[in-house]
């Protein structure tokens, strides 16, 4: 369960990268502004659901505290990038540009929380594979 | 405040809240000093509290913007935070254990988090199933919470890893927590799914009471009224390569022009016109947006008659018993084929027409990738003191807003319908919803005057060549408000016959079986949204409300509606029909129609990002 959670942490960072690579195609793309972004909206959702997995799946293996709590941190930032979004479109035009950078940023947090995540899970596993009795 | 910036405020507080709860967690976790913890648990104290503000502001300016808040959010994080600070007091004291504490504190948190996600993923209205599966939640995550902090500390006497099934009764209490996670999380699968297809189930056309009528046979008249004439057009639908801007655009026309040539005709003709689709690949339909035509006429494709193929075509018949600006498009497929260009002017005219009157169209479209660009626009010579009617037509799919500088003047129709009375105005913008129709009079000033459109230059009348510069101020002239403008009393309607509320959120529903975060009506996504049904005759009394953060323009066909308030102030000024209106985030519009022309009409909420 842990090599899977494991696993799951380094697929995750491996899509993230991807949506950085989706949302600058997605802003250089001449379609309009939501076909263009479509395949970084549904990656969005994967990431979603990954992290979610990935923070079940590591509070039901019993790993450290931390690795749940760290999965959980992902998908609320995850989260939390949907709304940077939807709050920028209802706010419109000036500030709501302004407002969207806040959306980069938080994807630079998520690269890191991530980042984080796969040094806690990978870490645990490899070098100290849990004290057995 | 805004209703809007109060929903934002709320879930800016519920959220909030919850990042106290799990910063109070995490302190016990690490055992910090109870200073630090008492203040996080304060905070978490004091943001659900204070939570209620929002709340009771919101109820009041509707019940729908806090339904899900009032029955599930308010009630579950009090619980849950009362609950907390029960266990929060007793660690303190150094009575409980810790990992209890942490759990109550972060279950806090999940409550608030549930809370949020209920209102701003589910939105309205709350279904049975989906605040069972919130709790289901919640309590799923609480229990893997106490079950990561039971192990995490000192891990005493483990044997989780052993390779044997162990069965002994240190197994026991894991096992149990496993089997019960399970358990929760399979329910709430379940209830999900179910409470998904519920959704699909209650969209299920329901039908009226009464014989069937086919809505092909629902034609009008087919003689002109006494002194009319019969008009016949011809409009064939095909490709065409136009100019915008500095750009060649591959557009889909009428005729080969865009807007397509104008439809006219004089009150009491009969107009008859012939659509062929020369090369339109996707089909095409003839639409007559706000004219209340016959329903076989409305050009609904699937709803009153078929899309027109290539090669193929349609005969479209109507008395023009309106005057008024209106305007005719493809009603397939409609938001691409009328951005691309598919549309034209209709105007129909009084039979007596004061002469030396001087009467000019113009209709804002957008292409994607350009700027909105003013058909009609440009400049006109207009000799001073003559009679001017400019018509403006709004074809986008958001609003635009117009001014007028350099002279007063008055608004005397809205979507092709006369206000009573409307007295001068200036220095003010009109903000011209989606597929919407302002018609303006004003008596040509010498010094000339211009139209700006969305603060820019867009049309200057006049003769001199001498234009006046654009106000720089303009853009920031207030909006006018049609609803304290124009002289007569509110009309008196007797009680409606039927009421319906639609509530338009954005949430996860299922679009053509697959969930997504769409545009809700009443929680249903298009296209499952269920028909409203109402018998001819009745007076309906609609009541909209906008729960989303996007502005939702609403257009109904074959009636005009009358405005009857908007944020519960009484519409004041003139009578205010109109078959286009644009829904701005936290409104509650009122507005009533007669259902006198019987057949399907469609409410629409068409969107753009």
Redesign the interface.
């Known amino acids: 369960m842990k090599k899977l959670v494991t696993g799951l942490t380094v697929v995750l960072m491996v899509i993230v990268a991807v949506q950085f690579f989706l949302a600058a195609a997605g802003a250089f793309d ?1 379609a ?3 076909e263009a972004f479509a395949p970084h909206r549904a990656l969005g959702n994967v990431i979603l659901v990954l992290a979610l997995i990935v ?2 799946l ?3 293996a ?4 931390r690795v ?2 760290t999965a959980g941190l992902v998908a ?1 930032l995850v989260l939390t990038q ?2 940077i979004k ?2 920028a ?2 706010v419109g035009d000036g500030s709501g540009a302004l407002l969207f950078g806040v959306h980069g940023v938080n994807g630079l947090l998520i690269v890191g929380a991530v980042g984080a995540l796969l040094r806690q899970a990978h870490g645990k596993s490899a070098t100290a594979p ?4 | 405040m805004s209703t ?1 910036a109060w929903i ?1 405020l709320d ?1 800016a507080v519920t959220v909030a809240g919850a990042l106290a709860w799990f910063s109070a967690a ?1 302190l016990v ?1 690490r055992q910090r000093s109870a200073r630090l913890i008492g203040v996080m648990l304060s905070a978490g104290v004091a943001l659900t509290i204070t939570r209620a503000i929002p709340v009771a502001v919101l109820a009041g300016r509707g019940w729908w913007f806090v339904q899900e808040k009032a029955w599930f959010g308010l009630p579950v994080t009090g619980v849950a935070a009362a609950a907390a600070v029960v266990s929060g007091l007793s660690t303190r004291r150094g009575a409980g254990p810790a990992a209890g504490t942490v759990t109550a504190l972060s279950a806090a948190g999940y409550a608030a ?1 549930a809370s949020f996600a209920l209102s ?1 993923l589910i939105g309205h209205p709350l279904t049975p199933v989906a605040a069972i599966i919130a709790l289901a939640m919640i309590g799923t995550a609480a229990l ?2 106490r ?3 039971t ?2 500390p000192v ?1 005493v ?6 390779p044997a099934a162990g069965t002994g009764p240190a197994e026991m209490p894991r096992r149990r927590a ?1 089997v019960l ?1 399970g358990a929760v ?1 399979g329910l709430s699968a379940a209830g999900g799914v179910v409470g998904l297809s519920l959704r699909r189930d209650v969209a299920a056309t329901e039908h009226p009471d009464g014989s069937e009528v086919s809505v092909t046979t629902l034609r009008g008249a087919d003689t002109p009224a006494p002194g009319g004439v019969l008009r016949r057009y011809v409009r064939t639908a095909r490709t065409a390569t136009v100019r915008v801007g500095s750009d060649d655009v591959a557009a889909w026309t009428f005729e080969g022009t865009v807007p397509g040539p104008a439809i006219v005709a004089q009150q009491g003709d009969l107009v008859e016109v012939e659509l062929l689709n020369q090369d339109i690949d996707a089909g095409v339909t003839l639409h007559w947006h706000g004219y209340d035509v016959p329903c076989a006429e409305d050009g609904a494709p699937g709803v009153t008659q078929d899309a027109v193929p290539v090669g193929g075509s349609h005969v479209y018949r109507f008395r023009a018993d309106q005057a008024g600006t209106y305007w005719y498009h493809t009603h397939h497929a409609s938001h691409p084929g009328v951005r691309r260009g598919l549309y034209g002017h209709l105007i129909v005219t009084p039979r007596a027409i004061p002469a030396g009157r001087r009467d000019l169209t113009m209709s804002v479209h957008t292409f ?2 350009h700027v909105p660009r003013l058909d009609g626009g440009g400049d006109h010579d207009v000799l001073a003191g003559t009679a001017t009617r400019l018509r403006l037509i709004n074809t986008d799919s958001d609003s635009h807003r117009f001014a007028l500088t350099g002279t007063d003047f008055r608004v005397v129709a809205v979507d092709g319908r006369d206000l009573d009375r409307p007295t001068p105005v200036g220095s003010v913008q009109l903000r011209v919803p989606a597929g919407g129709r302002y018609d303006l009079e004003f008596t040509m000033p010498a010094a000339g005057a211009t139209l700006l459109l969305n603060g820019d230059s867009a049309a200057r009348l006049g003769t001199e060549r001498g234009y006046p510069a654009a106000g720089s101020d303009a853009p920031n002239w207030p909006d006018l408000d049609l609803l304290t403008y124009g002289a007569a009393p509110p009309v008196r309607l007797p009680a409606p016959d039927r009421r319906l509320t639609l509530v338009l959120d ?1 949430g996860i529903a299922r679009v053509n079986g697959r969930p997504s ?1 769409a545009h809700t009506v009443n929680g249903h996504a298009h296209p499952a949204i269920p028909d409203q049904v109402v018998r001819t005759g009745d007076l309906v009394h609609v009541t909209v409300v906008n729960r989303s ?2 502005t939702h323009p609403w257009h109904l066909h074959g009636h005009p509606v009358l405005i009857l308030s908007r944020d519960g102030r009484s519409a004041q000024g003139s009578p205010l029909w109109v078959d286009s209106l644009d829904v701005r ?1 936290g409104e509650v519009w009122e507005i009533a129609f007669r259902a006198t022309n019987p057949g399907i009409s469609s409410t629409r909420a068409s969107h ?2």
């Open positions: 001449t309009p502004t939501e923070a079940l590591a509070a039901v019993r790993m450290p505290a749940a709590g609320a949907s709304v939807e709050i479109g209802a849990r004290p057995v009795s | 809007a934002v879930h995490g976790a988090v701003y893997l919470t079950r990561v902090l192990e995490a891990p006497r483990d044997s989780a890893d052993l496993l996670a999380a994607d990738g954005r975060f953060f996007d985030p753009r990002s």
